[in-house]
């Protein structure tokens, strides 16, 4: 079992920056790829960024390609978002998810379904 706690979100204006992390519990976290989803208003959940269990392979959805990151670090159980130059559509509640199947390996990273464990998620808005 593995609980997952975002924090970090907020408030920021569009060309700042914001990061988000994801405390996991448990001594497996290493076994794990991450995922960041998010949710807006009215509409559905959506793939963001995944790393695979070892912080060798990272993909991003299209919309965030240069201007987000995933970086994790295992020795701290923690995944990250970091945002940089967030724009009006990034509003969004954020969610981490665990995946102990290799997804990123397979192509269906995006597929929220296939994910394990989901955090709570954190409320981000973007300000123009």
């Known amino acids: 079992q593995v609980q997952l706690v975002e924090s970090g979100g907020g408030l920021v204006q569009t060309g700042g920056s914001l990061r988000l992390s994801c405390a996991a519990s448990?001594?497996?976290?290493?076994?794990?790829?991450m995922a960041w989803f998010r949710q807006a208003p009215g509409k559905e959940r959506e793939f963001v960024a995944t790393?695979?269990?070892?912080?060798?392979?990272?993909q991003y959805e299209d919309s965030v390609k240069g201007r987000f990151t995933i970086p994790r670090d295992n020795a701290k159980n923690t995944v990250y978002l970091q945002m940089n130059s967030p724009e009006p559509a990034d509003t969004a509640v954020y969610y981490c998810?665990?995946?102990?199947?290799?997804?990123?390996?397979?192509?269906?990273?995006?597929?929220?379904?296939?994910?394990?464990?989901w955090g709570r998620g954190t409320q981000v808005t973007v300000s123009s």
């Open positions: 448990g001594r497996t976290f290493s076994t794990y790829g």
């Open positions: 790393i695979s269990s070892g912080g060798e392979i990272t």
């Open positions: 998810a665990a995946d102990a199947s290799g997804l990123v390996y397979s192509g269906l990273c995006s597929d929220a379904r296939g994910y394990d464990y």
